[in-house]
């Protein structure tokens, strides 16, 4: 697709320059600080697994026990492996379960030698689960090789939710052999605002399934039989996103999930969870999914259902270069990328499918290299199915003729239920019949005058906001409500108080190995 727009080199460039200078303080924010879910993070990568008689996962009480003897700031690996050593007791789970009983304390060592074995100790059981990630990364690996991808683009992203992740599964596996190549499972509503991650399979989940490690593996074993049977590999996606972003981005990456939602913004926006716990934990879970080789999908669709597409079609253009240098920073490469849009302007408006291409285009030859994913309507969903399965299917027609890479499946219902089967296989033939029909129109498809100048229009406004963030700073500017209508100030949401400044001696041996 690239230079059908003749974007100007220079604009381009000057527009990454920008994102480039107003994301670098928020990098050098979450490089200073930690949070307890990084901490939690490093400790689940070392073994700690289990919760105790009220759900509360063993890791959240080693932290909480560390964070009370000796705060945050040195990291919880040195503390955890000193104790480990002093006391004798190896395994970290039952120090676990002393320190919540109170039978165990934690300091800090001073002698060299004592820290010197702590953080010997705390690399070698970290790496042990980063060996984990790795081995999972080789396994898809082969098993793409042995069972082959889709051989269409754009894939076909379908989502299950409904709350029993033992019903999810025969709908996933219904939807794979309906044509679909990614299975999004939907988080159970609110999981994201939880500070812990529940433990074992879950049925009781609403509006969605619980993200737990069991769920994933139980997920990912069943989507391995189908991809068998049906000789093309079918990828799992999932959230690491909220408070516990880091922790599931890590049992993600030893699961074998896939792809996995990481937006830079949406917990801020949509869920007012604290900017900076937001972005110290979403640069920790990048470096994950980095190691792991997961596709990331952000959010920037979501503005649109909050401001209206056209006016603030540039704040998505923004969010994606913003998204695009966090991630390149955090070890990320450009196949990682899938940077969200999404179809959203009121199909009222004159010219509405004209701007939509404008804008999907736009967004496909500043990002060539990404797998962009393109969202379906649901702002201007109103309940009447027919006229919904057409928007969906001009939707489909859209992400056809601008070479998206990962196409989420629009639901006729939306708006009025949450989709029954027979709801995404009447979408899944929607799409199938489009992408069959005109898949490769691409090839054949020149935009005019008014598609080139709404995107330049679009690109130019994006750069004017950059300098003013550049200027006001990235903070500044979500606390003003610049995107997707939310203010969201630095020092208030959720989760703020589970944010620590690093001290000089501080130490994350996952962090250092990747």
């Excluded at 991809?227 to 030893?254: D, F, H, Q, V, W």
């Excluded at 920073?329 to 701007?355: M, T, V, Y």
């Excluded at 702002?379 to 399965?389: A, I, L, P, Q, Y």
């Excluded at 130019?460 to 990235?474: C, G, K, P, Q, S």
Aim: aromatic share 6%; with cysteine; glycine share 8%.
């Amino acid at each position: 697709m690239a230079g059908k727009l003749d974007l100007d080199p220079r604009t381009v460039a000057r527009a990454r320059a920008l994102a480039a200078k107003a994301g670098q303080p928020v990098v050098d924010l979450a490089r200073s600080h930690t949070t307890v879910s990084v901490e939690r993070a490093v400790l689940r990568l070392a073994g700690v697994h289990g919760a105790d008689a009220d759900g509360i996962p063993w890791v959240n009480r080693l932290v909480d026990a560390v964070r009370a003897d000796v705060g945050l700031g040195h990291g919880v690996a040195v503390p955890v492996f000193h104790a480990a050593t002093t006391t004798g007791v190896e395994d970290l789970t039952v120090l676990a379960q002393k320190a919540a009983a109170g039978s165990v304390r934690f300091d800090v060592p001073e002698k060299k030698a004592e820290i010197a074995t702590a953080r010997r100790l705390a690399r070698r059981a970290a790496g042990a689960g980063l060996k984990i990630v790795d081995r999972r990364r080789a396994e898809r690996d082969r098993l793409i090789k042995r069972f082959g991808d889709p051989k269409q683009r754009p894939w076909i992203y379908l989502i299950v939710a409904t709350g029993d992740i033992y019903e999810d599964i025969p709908q996933a596996q219904a939807a794979a052999r309906a044509g679909a190549d990614i299975i999004a499972v939907i988080r159970s509503t609110g999981q994201s605002l939880l500070d812990y991650v529940p433990e074992g399979a879950t049925r009781e989940g609403f509006a969605g399934t619980y993200a737990t490690q069991e769920n994933f593996r139980l997920m990912r074993a069943a989507l391995d039989e189908t991809s068998k049977e049906l000789g093309r590999y079918i990828r799992l996606t999932n959230y690491a996103s909220g408070l516990c972003m880091p922790e599931i981005a890590a049992l993600a990456g030893m699961e074998r999930l896939d792809m996995m939602l990481n937006d830079s913004m949406y917990g801020i926006l949509f869920r007012d969870i604290n900017p900076i716990r937001t972005f110290v934990d979403q640069r920790f879970s990048r470096q994950v999914h980095a190691r792991a080789g997961i596709i990331i999908n952000t959010g920037e669709d979501n503005y649109l259902t909050t401001a209206d597409a056209v006016e603030a079609a540039h704040t998505v253009t923004v969010s994606q270069l913003l998204n695009e240098f966090f991630a390149h920073e955090a070890g990320l490469q450009d196949w990682q990328l899938g940077l969200g849009h999404a179809f959203e302007i009121n199909p009222d408006l004159p010219d509405s499918f004209r701007l939509e291409l404008a804008h999907a285009l736009l967004a496909r030859e500043l990002f060539p290299e990404a797998p962009l994913k393109w969202m379906p309507p649901t702002k201007h969903m109103t309940g009447d199915v027919f006229r919904g399965n057409l928007l969906d299917g001009f939707f489909n027609l859209a992400g056809a003729l601008t070479g998206q890479g990962i196409l989420l499946v629009g639901m006729m219902t939306e708006a009025v239920v949450t989709p029954w089967l027979s709801d995404r296989d009447i979408a899944l033939q929607n799409v199938k019949y489009v992408l069959n029909g005109a898949g490769n129109l691409h090839e054949d498809f020149t935009p005019g005058p008014f598609i080139r100048g709404r995107a330049d229009q679009v690109l130019n406004e994006a750069i004017d906001l950059l300098e003013r963030i550049v200027d006001d700073t990235l903070m500044d500017a979500i606390a003003d409500g610049t995107f997707g209508l939310m203010k969201r100030p630095a020092d208030r949401g959720k989760g703020l108080d589970g944010v620590a400044r690093q001290e000089e001696d501080y130490y994350n041996p996952v962090e250092e190995m990747l």
